[in-house]
């Protein structure tokens, strides 16, 4: 079983930034994919950013690709998602996926792949 819990979600201006983190507990995180995506009120889950168990491998959703990046610090067990240049259609609760990985680069954008989740943090971008 592994528990994850997000952070770092609030309001900010179009043009800003903001860092999510994603910490596991549970288990040994280095074995495990992680994937971030976010929801907007009436629309799907909708994939943003992976990276493979190795982090050495990386994916990201064409809308967020330049703005987005995604990174892992599995000595704090925990995933990064640098956000910059932030746009009013970037606004959803975004949630963090993880799931034991069948090989160490492999990295999975459905939402139907990953077993565990978090409570999700909620971002606001202001126009």
């Known amino acids: 079983q592994v528990q994850l819990v997000e952070s770092g979600g609030g309001l900010v201006q179009a043009g800003g930034s903001l860092r999510l983190s994603c910490a596991a507990s549970?288990?040994?995180?280095?074995?495990?994919?992680v994937g971030w995506f976010r929801q907007a009120p009436g629309k799907e889950r909708e994939f943003v950013a992976a990276?493979?168990?190795?982090?050495?491998?990386?994916y990201y959703a064409d809308s967020v690709k330049g703005r987005l990046t995604i990174s892992r610090d599995d000595a704090k067990n925990t995933v990064n998602l640098i956000m910059n240049s932030l746009k009013p259609e970037d606004t959803a609760t975004y949630y963090c996926?993880?799931?034991?990985?069948?090989?160490?680069?492999?990295?999975?954008?459905?939402?139907?792949?990953?077993?565990?989740w978090g409570q999700g943090t909620q971002v606001t971008v202001s126009s």
């Open positions: 996926g993880t799931r034991r990985a069948y090989h160490s680069e492999t990295y999975y954008y459905s939402p139907d792949d990953y077993n565990y």
């Open positions: 549970g288990r040994t995180f280095g074995n495990y994919a």
């Open positions: 990276v493979s168990a190795s982090g050495g491998t990386t």
